[in-house]
């Protein structure tokens, strides 16, 4: 099973709409999903000087953008990565 990279914006404007609450995330995942997951902190994603992106904060599940991110938005996009990843090997 590949890795899933999750990238949290910690640029400034993510991280005063609730991004900082969001490096918590990795306290969401039991061990088992832990193992699969990469999450780092990232720089100002370029995302939110456009409002056509929706509204911070930012985090990225792959390629994928999450806008108005909270923790279980994150979680469940995870766990979608993952079971997709599952039935396609
Ligand atoms: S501060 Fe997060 S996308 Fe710019």
Redesign the pocket.
Known sequence: MKTVNVSI???????L?G?AHLLTFDEMLDPCTADHVSICG????????DES?GK???VKVNDQVISDATLNKVLDKVREEIEEDAHVS
């Open positions: 914006c910690t640029g400034t404007t993510c991280y709409m991004g990232s720089h100002c994603l370029g995302l939110c000087n992106n911070p904060p930012f």
